[in-house]
């Protein structure tokens, strides 16, 4: 049995450790060059291929290996990847520069430079991963319900890495703390017997919380996850406060008198500054005041400036010596991970009563992280009771109008999602939110606000007053005189649309809209249709066991991922972005998979090649699942996410299911069998997120193209029951 020699503990304790690994990888290097979805899509799908390249190897050596060496090569290449991922920010700058970017600390990396790091960073982990699952497969072949445990296992360690990671960040885990938990629960499963593994894995905790600091100061300021420097704040008796960081010097101006050699234009304020505190999150500078105002500018790259209004005098943060202020989107990075905003900002339990905040276009670098429904919470949270919040963006321009819709849509319900009262319109391509936590107060304190900054009799007040430095001002007035206010007395979240705000989603294919013209991409999936039926045609004829099992693996594969996908999808597309618990949407859909995969292993024996060959067609009925919750999704916030929970297990537990019976289900070696089932499987899920990320939602919606899917999947299920009649 595998559970003798720890096999089934290896299983789970190498795919923990291969999930926690995945998660790096993703936050190291947005936090390096930025990203948006593209670039989790690019390390999953490299790690899928990866880990497929991995089986496809063992089968073609097919020489005796020890699990330790295999599992010592994954640690180790585990550890430098890591590394690479930690420093790689000044290598891929000068890449970057030497094609026409900029190489500062900070600076905009290209996407394919990231992209292309991201598909091959995990090659050599991810290949010796790869082979551990035939070896181990190979050690206990002849054991019945043996390949449905170790299934189970792994698919049980995805889901304890996936959930570990979610939580550890979400409470202020340092990544430093996550890099040394991936080679300690690597080893937690394998090295020791049974009964000293808690003491083990409570040891390792214990190593890295002590050790994890080390390598953090370590490794700090060297271009990968906390790229700037340290600073100092230093205050003196003028009324002036210099910020030493990097790249620059900065100056604080609080009266107009500070000495520089570049003053502001026009700074001038004299209204009380109140109690002024500076604080370090990450690598940005967060000021605060006791009067519990404050502002925040995100820009793209290098903010213009960071801004942070105390009563009716606002405060500049100003580049002394042409350096460029601190970068603000990867400042905000805690909150996104789990910390409220009111503690990054250092109010303690004080709420503000009003926040600034201007994102980037959702798809450039480094903005998809400002574009979830965390952030959005966070920002709900620091806000009082009769707060309020002005968020903008701005749309794609260069006629990408139908991206401009669904990407309007998909940040308004993200919006919408985080706070009950919502104003929204558009600007000429601005995008402004005005947005509360409680309805009633929204139309009190927006005039509040404009009547601060413009009804005051002094002009250095009216220039340098609340909206004055705030860049849309002008729209904010307009939008103020011409908009109406909602009244507390409609739906729990009324909604003012203007103009483009008004559409659908791209991802339904709306009726009203043209049906896309034939294209290379169109023409991708059709050809990828043939093929894999002239395949499937021929391992049915020549009766190629181990082909038509790769097969159907690979079907299931790519129809459990596309399902997956679109059920992720249409819920963001409604009810607003995920970022930090997508993970634990995977580790749902991982957590069906290990329970179809254990009830496999129990049922096999009993079952015999005529269930096992039935079980192909599970993933299609999943498939049908997923297109009745599309088509009906409920608008009840709560039964939507427990209905997404639901589909996400079934799509799991259906694949784990027919994949752990497959290799029972088809004549051949069961080691050689099952290492194709996996490999099979491993690039299915590959292709499937390739596909649906890239071709196949943008041209047909989600519902046609798990259709399409679904299709390839029941050719393939038809074609195993059909083998013996050959």
């Given at each position: 049995?595998?559970e003798?020699?720890?096999?089934?503990e290896?299983?789970?304790?190498v795919?923990?450790?291969s999930s926690?690994?995945?998660?790096?990888?993703?936050?190291?290097?947005?936090?390096?060059?930025?990203?948006?979805?593209l670039?989790?899509?690019?390390?999953?799908?490299?790690?899928?291929?990866?880990?497929?390249?991995?089986?496809?190897?063992?089968?073609?050596?097919?020489?005796p290996?020890?699990?330790?060496?295999?599992?010592?090569?994954?640690?180790a290449?585990?550890?430098?990847?890591?590394?690479?991922?930690?420093?790689i920010?000044?290598?891929?700058?000068?890449?970057?520069?030497?094609?026409?970017?900029?190489?500062?600390?900070?600076?905009?990396?290209?996407?394919?430079?990231?992209?292309?790091?991201?598909?091959f960073?995990?090659?050599?982990?991810?290949?010796?991963?790869?082979?551990?699952?035939?070896?181990?497969?190979?050690?206990?072949?002849?054991?019945?319900?043996?390949?449905?445990?170790?299934?189970a296992?792994?698919?049980?360690?995805?889901?304890?890495?996936l959930?570990?990671?979610?939580?550890?960040?979400?409470?202020?885990?340092?990544?430093?703390?996550?890099?040394?938990?991936?080679?300690?629960?690597?080893?937690?499963?394998?090295?020791?017997?049974?009964?000293?593994?808690?003491?083990l894995?409570?040891?390792?905790?214990?190593?890295?919380?002590?050790?994890?600091?080390?390598?953090?100061?370590?490794?700090?300021?060297?271009?990968?996850?906390?790229?700037q420097r340290?600073?100092?704040?230093k205050?003196?008796?003028?009324?002036?406060?210099?910020?030493?960081?990097?790249?620059?010097?900065?100056t604080?101006y609080?009266?107009g008198?500070?000495?520089?050699?570049?003053?502001?234009?026009g700074?001038?304020?004299?209204?009380?500054?109140?109690?002024?505190?500076?604080?370090?999150s990450?690598?940005?500078?967060?000021l605060?005041?006791?009067?519990?105002?404050?502002?925040?500018?995100?820009?793209?790259?290098f903010?213009?400036?960071?801004?942070?209004?105390?009563?009716?005098?606002p405060?500049?943060?100003?580049?002394?010596?042409?350096?460029?202020?601190?970068?603000?989107?990867?400042?905000?990075?805690?909150?996104?991970?789990?910390?409220?905003?009111?503690?990054?900002?250092g109010?303690?339990?004080?709420?503000?009563?009003?926040?600034?905040?201007?994102?980037?276009?959702?798809?450039?670098?480094?903005?998809?992280?400002?574009?979830?429904?965390?952030?959005?919470?966070?920002?709900?949270?620091?806000?009082?009771?009769?707060?309020?919040?002005v968020?903008?963006f701005?749309?794609?321009s260069?006629?990408?109008?139908g991206?401009?819709?669904?990407?309007?849509?998909?940040v308004?319900?993200t919006?919408?999602a985080?706070?009950?009262?919502?104003?929204a319109?558009?600007?000429?391509?601005?995008?402004?939110f005005?947005?509360?936590?409680?309805?009633?107060v929204?139309?009190?304190?927006?005039?509040?606000?404009?009547?601060?900054?413009?009804?005051?009799?002094?002009?250095?007040?009216?220039?340098?007053?609340?909206w004055?430095?705030?860049?849309?001002?002008?729209?904010?007035?307009?939008?103020?005189?011409?908009?109406?206010?909602?009244?507390?007395?409609?739906l729990?979240?009324?909604?003012?649309?203007?103009?483009?705000?008004?559409?659908?989603s791209a991802?339904?294919?709306?009726?009203?809209?043209?049906?896309?013209?034939?294209?290379?991409?169109s023409?991708?999936?059709?050809?990828?249709?043939?093929?894999?039926?002239?395949?499937?045609?021929?391992?049915?004829?020549?009766?190629?066991?181990?082909t038509l099992?790769?097969?159907?693996?690979?079907?299931?594969?790519?129809?459990?991922?596309g399902?997956?996908?679109?059920?992720?999808?249409?819920?963001?597309a409604?009810?607003?972005?995920?970022?930090?618990f997508?993970?634990?949407?995977?580790?749902?859909?991982?957590?069906?998979?290990?329970?179809?995969?254990?009830?496999a292993?129990?049922?096999?024996a009993?079952?015999?090649?005529?269930?096992a060959?039935?079980?192909?067609?599970?993933?299609?009925?999943?498939?049908?699942m997923?297109?009745?919750?599309?088509?009906?999704?409920?608008?009840?916030?709560?039964?939507?996410?427990?209905?997404l929970?639901?589909?996400?297990?079934?799509a799991?537990?259906?694949?784990?299911?027919?994949?752990?019976?497959?290799?029972?289900?088809?004549a051949?070696?069961r080691?050689?069998?099952?290492?194709?089932?996996?490999?099979g499987?491993?690039?299915?899920?590959?292709?499937?997120?390739?596909l649906?990320?890239?071709?196949?939602?943008?041209?047909?919606?989600?519902?046609?193209?798990?259709?399409?899917?679904?299709?390839?999947?029941?050719?393939s299920?038809?074609?195993?029951?059909?083998?013996?009649?050959f």
């Amino acid at each position: 049995m595998p559970e003798k020699n720890g096999d089934i503990e290896l299983a789970a304790a190498v795919a923990a450790a291969s999930s926690m690994l995945q998660v790096v990888f993703l936050r190291g290097l947005m936090a390096v060059g930025g990203g948006n979805e593209l670039l989790l899509g690019a390390i999953l799908a490299g790690y899928l291929v990866w880990l497929s390249a991995g089986a496809r190897f063992w089968v073609l050596l097919r020489r005796p290996a020890s699990p330790n060496a295999l599992l010592i090569i994954f640690i180790a290449a585990a550890v430098v990847e890591m590394l690479l991922v930690r420093l790689i920010g000044a290598p891929l700058r000068l890449a970057a520069a030497f094609a026409g970017g900029s190489w500062l600390p900070g600076a905009a990396v290209p996407m394919r430079f990231s992209m292309s790091f991201a598909f091959f960073i995990g090659a050599p982990s991810g290949i010796a991963a790869g082979m551990l699952f035939p070896l181990i497969v190979s050690r206990s072949a002849d054991v019945p319900g043996a390949v449905g445990r170790i299934y189970a296992a792994e698919a049980g360690g995805h889901v304890a890495g996936l959930l570990a990671v979610t939580f550890a960040l979400a409470f202020g885990a340092p990544d430093a703390h996550v890099m040394l938990f991936i080679p300690a629960a690597a080893l937690a499963g394998c090295l020791m017997p049974r009964k000293r593994r808690a003491a083990l894995a409570a040891a390792a905790a214990a190593a890295g919380l002590l050790a994890g600091p080390f390598f953090e100061s370590a490794t700090r300021g060297r271009g990968g996850l906390l790229p700037q420097r340290p600073f100092a704040v230093k205050s003196s008796a003028v009324r002036e406060v210099a910020l030493v960081g990097s790249p620059g010097e900065f100056t604080l101006y609080s009266d107009g008198c500070a000495s520089s050699a570049y003053p502001p234009a026009g700074m001038y304020a004299p209204a009380r500054l109140g109690t002024l505190a500076a604080k370090r999150s990450g690598s940005a500078l967060v000021l605060s005041g006791d009067l519990g105002v404050a502002a925040i500018v995100a820009e793209a790259g290098f903010p213009a400036a960071f801004t942070a209004h105390l009563d009716a005098a606002p405060l500049q943060l100003m580049r002394r010596s042409g350096g460029i202020a601190p970068h603000v989107l990867q400042a905000a990075e805690n909150v996104i991970y789990g910390d409220p905003l009111r503690t990054l900002l250092g109010f303690g339990k004080a709420s503000l009563s009003f926040l600034y905040v201007e994102l980037p276009d959702p798809v450039s670098i480094s903005a998809n992280r400002y574009h979830t429904l965390e952030f959005q919470r966070s920002l709900a949270r620091a806000l009082g009771a009769d707060g309020i919040a002005v968020v903008c963006f701005a749309l794609p321009s260069g006629g990408h109008e139908g991206l401009s819709e669904a990407l309007t849509l998909k940040v308004f319900s993200t919006v919408s999602a985080a706070f009950p009262d919502v104003l929204a319109f558009d600007d000429d391509g601005v995008l402004v939110f005005f947005a509360s936590p409680e309805i009633g107060v929204l139309g009190g304190l927006l005039d509040a606000a404009v009547e601060r900054a413009t009804a005051s009799d002094d002009p250095a007040v009216r220039s340098a007053g609340m909206w004055a430095h705030l860049p849309r001002h002008d729209a904010v007035r307009r939008f103020l005189s011409a908009a109406p206010l909602p009244s507390p007395d409609t739906l729990r979240r009324p909604h003012t649309f203007l103009k483009r705000l008004n559409v659908e989603s791209a991802f339904d294919a709306p009726a009203h809209r043209k049906r896309p013209r034939r294209s290379a991409s169109s023409a991708i999936p059709v050809s990828l249709a043939a093929v894999f039926a002239a395949v499937l045609a021929f391992s049915v004829i020549t009766r190629h066991g181990r082909t038509l099992a790769a097969c159907d693996a690979f079907a299931a594969g790519m129809l459990t991922m596309g399902v997956e996908m679109a059920l992720l999808f249409a819920y963001q597309a409604r009810r607003g972005m995920m970022y930090l618990f997508t993970a634990a949407g995977v580790a749902a859909f991982m957590a069906g998979f290990s329970a179809g995969a254990a009830l496999a292993s129990r049922r096999e024996a009993e079952l015999g090649p005529e269930g096992a060959r039935s079980s192909s067609f599970l993933p299609v009925a999943a498939a049908l699942m997923a297109l009745g919750y599309l088509a009906a999704l409920p608008g009840e916030p709560y039964l939507t996410e427990v209905l997404l929970v639901v589909m996400l297990l079934a799509a799991g537990g259906a694949c784990g299911y027919n994949l752990s019976l497959l290799p029972a289900a088809v004549a051949g070696d069961r080691t050689l069998l099952a290492a194709s089932v996996n490999a099979g499987d491993n690039f299915g899920a590959a292709v499937g997120a390739a596909l649906m990320a890239l071709f196949l939602v943008p041209s047909l919606g989600l519902s046609w193209s798990l259709v399409l899917l679904l299709s390839l999947k029941s050719l393939s299920a038809a074609a195993v029951i059909l083998q013996e009649r050959f």
